[in-house]
């Protein structure tokens, strides 16, 4: 079975112990299903990322997890987050 996970909390380069329970029950389905992962980074932290990060998510295939980058304008118009990212990870 094709499973997609679209989460705002799963480890990334910068932060590997964030939404760690994500991680591992991706990690778990990924042995039975194939599963991919969308979880987007907002723009204001995308600055962080290093390039040559040694981290290597729970999956171990680059091309089953997707960090795309989430603009929304901040502190402002919060009701429009859901439309701004639904934009940022359409592709």
């Not at 112990?17 to 979880?39: E, S, T, Y």
């Not at 390039?51 to 089953?64: A, C, I, L, T, V």
Request: net charge positive; glycine share 4%; charged share 15%.
């Amino acid at each position: 079975m094709k499973l997609l996970l679209i989460t705002s909390t799963y480890p990334t380069p910068t932060a590997p112990h964030q939404g760690v329970f994500n991680g591992q029950m991706v990690a778990a389905l990924n042995r039975l299903h194939d599963v991919r992962v969308i979880a987007a980074i907002p723009w204001t932290s995308k600055s962080l990322w290093k390039k040559n990060s040694p981290y290597r998510d729970s999956m171990g295939d680059k091309k089953s997890v997707i960090h795309p980058t989430f603009y929304y304008p901040p502190s402002i118009l919060r009701w429009t987050y859901g439309f701004w990212y639904w934009q940022s990870i359409r592709k």
